[in-house]
């Protein structure tokens, strides 16, 4: 059993910055893939970025390719999304997720715990 919650969310103008952090309890963080996505009000929940177990291995969304990084650090069993040059469309409620499947996977049924969520604004 993982749980996971999700910290760092808020309101800032477009072009800012925020960085999301997702703390795990647990001593098997470091056994799951972990991931990050969004549900803007009205829509599907969406894959934003994932990571590996080592975090050797990163995937990002076409959307935020060159914008977000995710990171991981499992000393401290936390994972990151560094949100640079915010969007609008990029206003959404973000959940950290964590997978135990053998490949870092980019769909939200393939992911076996999820956090509370956090809610990001970007104004324009």
């Known amino acids: 059993q993982v749980q996971l919650v999700e910290s760092g969310g808020g309101l800032v103008q477009a072009g800012g910055s925020l960085r999301l952090s997702c703390a795990a309890s647990?001593?098997?963080?470091?056994?799951?893939?972990m991931g990050w996505f969004r549900q803007a009000p009205g829509k599907e929940r969406e894959f934003v970025a994932a990571?590996?177990?080592?975090?050797?291995?990163?995937y990002y969304a076409d959307s935020v390719k060159g914008r977000f990084t995710i990171s991981r650090d499992n000393a401290k069993n936390t994972v990151y999304l560094q949100m640079n040059s915010l969007k609008p469309e990029d206003t959404a409620v973000y959940y950290c997720?964590?997978?135990?499947?053998?490949?870092?996977?980019?769909?939200?049924?393939?992911?076996?715990?999820w956090g509370q969520g956090t809610q990001v604004t970007v104004s324009p």
């Open positions: 997720a964590a997978s135990g499947a053998v490949r870092v996977p980019t769909i939200t049924v393939a992911y076996d715990y």
């Open positions: 647990g001593r098997t963080f470091s056994s799951y893939n």
């Open positions: 990571i590996s177990r080592s975090g050797g291995s990163t």
